[in-house]
């Protein structure tokens, strides 16, 4: 059985690097930043003081917002030391399609492949394969592979997992994730095991929603052999919503002795619509209180991009939080782009806005690549992917079953991307 965190199963939220504009009819260009550095510090206890020890540096090529290259180097006896790197590649339609791991050779003083994501994609530029190789022998080997099946509205209903046989030396299955929709609107998730070349239930989590189509339970159960049927829930989730139609809340629970039982809790603190405070706690059986177990603190700028986020554990002797680490993110306007990019910008109208059936897109020229349209709630998850053809001038987009609340449009071409915000009442 899975045991799901509350405080890392919530909706995933999304990390906007982004400046937005609030809009009431016309969509306006903004900025978009991209990030430069992450410098990683670790907290001494004894001189009680944060120390810089690694650095994360970020390339981009051709301008993008994307970037190319990930650069990780480590602070040893004083001299910066390169540890590891990413190397990415884009297609057309700026869709990751490769990643390469590599390490640094200290000795020979070079870079060693490692491992490599790739990625392929469908028509309607979905993501269907992903596989994931070790550098061995001289040769990648294939070691995992991911393959996914999307409904006619983009949802993904199936999710099969594979490994590497080293007896065979084939990827063979080994777990499948089957998902059922009502429109956007996923149901339920039934995990399957690969076992005696058959797949076999294990595991199905059904999702319920509050009146305004948010989340609000999770159920987890098992597969009983002998009746072959799924058992009551073992597992639970509660989730409850702020007034922004944020979560501030998440409680796991646990059955048993005839009755649900206190596991553990997220609480969940915003500014600004910005994420501040992630604070995990677990349950005492014992004084039957929550006890604090860990934190994550969120500072933004006046842009609101993330600048700072700091681990701190509860020190439950002390009664007070202790630092772990600490990160300081740094950010830059994007580089100018080409001229479609301008004109996908600044030359459409997004309306209505607040939208309540439908929400249309003019561009006032015809787009001059294929476009990527994805849609987000507030807290991340995807609600809308579809592609604009090249030299589309109208795209009408239903919205009856999207839940009402702040949305988040993203429209992305070969050069780059804009963000628009967008009202769901």
Request: hydrophobic share 35%; charged share 20%.
């Amino acid at each position: 059985m899975k045991t799901i965190k509350i405080y890392s199963m919530k909706k995933q939220y999304c990390s906007i690097a982004t400046l937005v504009i609030f809009m009431t009819g016309i969509a306006h260009s903004q900025t978009v930043f991209k990030l430069d550095s992450i410098y990683q510090y670790e907290w001494d206890n004894i001189m009680m003081e944060w120390n810089h020890n690694t650095s994360d540096y970020y390339t981009y090529d051709n301008g993008g917002t994307k970037e190319t290259n990930l650069l990780r180097q480590n602070l040893n006896l004083g001299v910066w030391e390169n540890f590891y790197q990413f190397n990415k590649d884009y297609n057309g339609i700026n869709d990751l399609t490769e990643n390469i791991q590599q390490v640094w050779d200290n000795t020979g003083m070079i870079w060693n492949d490692a491992s490599r994501d790739t990625y392929s994609y469908n028509a309607e530029d979905l993501n269907d394969t992903f596989t994931y190789a070790i550098w061995s022998g001289g040769s990648w080997l294939n070691f995992n592979q991911n393959l996914y099946t999307y409904d006619v509205l983009g949802n993904e209903i199936e999710n099969i997992a594979k490994e590497l046989n080293f007896a065979t030396m084939m990827l063979d299955n080994k777990m499948r994730l089957t998902n059922m929709y009502t429109g956007l609107v996923r149901n339920y998730e039934i995990e399957e095991q690969w076992i005696v070349n058959i797949w076999q239930n294990n595991e199905k989590t059904d999702f319920s929603y509050n009146g305004n189509g948010d989340l609000d339970l999770v159920e987890i159960r098992g597969w009983q052999t002998m009746s072959m049927d799924w058992s009551a829930p073992f597992q639970q989730t509660i989730l409850t919503y702020n007034t922004d139609d944020l979560v501030e809340e998440t409680v796991e629970q646990l059955f048993g002795s005839g009755m649900w039982n206190n596991s553990a809790r997220g609480l969940y603190t915003y500014a600004s619509l910005n994420l501040t405070d992630i604070t995990g706690q677990e349950w005492n059986s014992g004084t039957m209180v929550w006890d604090n177990s860990f934190r994550q603190l969120r500072t933004y700028d006046v842009d609101d991009n993330e600048t700072e986020l700091i681990f701190q554990t509860w020190d439950v002797l002390g009664g007070v939080w202790e630092n772990i680490l600490k990160q300081e993110k740094y950010w830059s306007p994007e580089e100018t782009l080409g001229v479609s990019y301008v004109a996908l910008a600044d030359n459409l109208k997004i309306y209505p806005n607040p939208v309540s059936h439908s929400v249309n897109i003019n561009f006032k020229n015809p787009t001059e690549s294929v476009t990527v349209l994805r849609l987000y709630d507030m807290n991340g998850k995807l609600l809308v992917h579809q592609k604009i053809d090249m030299g589309s001038t109208h795209v009408e987009i239903p919205m009856v079953a999207v839940a009402h609340g702040m949305l988040m449009m993203h429209l992305e071409n070969k050069d780059g991307k804009r963000i628009y915000k967008v009202i769901k009442k």
